[in-house]
């Protein structure tokens, strides 16, 4: 009984290690090589800005400093957006996308705020196409990301969306932003605009 008794306790003792250890901050790798290799291959914005940090608190000096600091300000803008309540995207998609060969470069582009990346993104989860799991909702976020980045192509197609699932006041907010991002619109978006 008492042998029982301490391999649950050794259980628990294990499982909460392992608990603590998912949740613990994100550790940066210890050589400069293997920290500029992370910092290139790293899929989410916060990531990317403390791998960054830390590499320029290591080498300063060394010939990747000027990549560090391109790549902690490039961080800058898409860790606000992710911030934002209007924009559902979240650390999983990033790390869903990292997994997938064919979409890990746009995942890691998109993390530095490039809304093309974001946009393609949101069309192979809507699709299902080069790799990405067919995800309606994930798709959504990722479109929310490339538009609040500044694709007008994805406000237009949010002002679309929001039009057809009867959310005209949101729907406006995307047309306005598509508008101020000088995106073509057709004559009438569609009949029951105003």
Request: glycine fraction near 4%.
């Amino acid at each position: 009984m008492v042998k029982m008794m301490s391999m649950g306790a050794l259980g628990l003792v294990l499982w909460c290690s392992q608990a603590m250890a998912a949740s613990a901050p994100f550790q940066p790798a210890e050589s400069e090589q293997a920290l500029g290799q992370a910092m290139l291959e790293a899929t989410w914005p916060a990531d990317i800005a403390q791998l960054a940090a830390t590499y320029l608190e290591r080498y300063p000096q060394s010939s990747g400093a000027a990549t560090a600091r391109r790549l902690k300000e490039q961080a800058a803008k898409p860790q606000l957006v992710l911030a934002r309540t209007d924009v559902r995207l979240y650390r999983r998609a990033f790390v869903v996308a990292a997994s997938t060969p064919q979409l890990a470069q746009d995942s890691h582009q998109a993390a530095l705020g490039d809304h093309v990346a974001a946009m393609r993104m949101s069309q192979a989860h809507q699709r299902g196409e080069r790799g990405a799991a067919k995800d309606e909702r994930l798709a959504l976020g990722w479109l929310q990301y490339a538009a609040v980045l500044g694709n007008d192509q994805a406000a237009y197609d949010l002002a679309v969306y929001f039009r057809q699932q009867n959310q005209p006041a949101v729907a406006s907010q995307y047309e306005a932003l598509a508008v101020a991002l000088n995106h073509p619109f057709p004559n009438a978006l569609d009949h029951i605009r105003k």
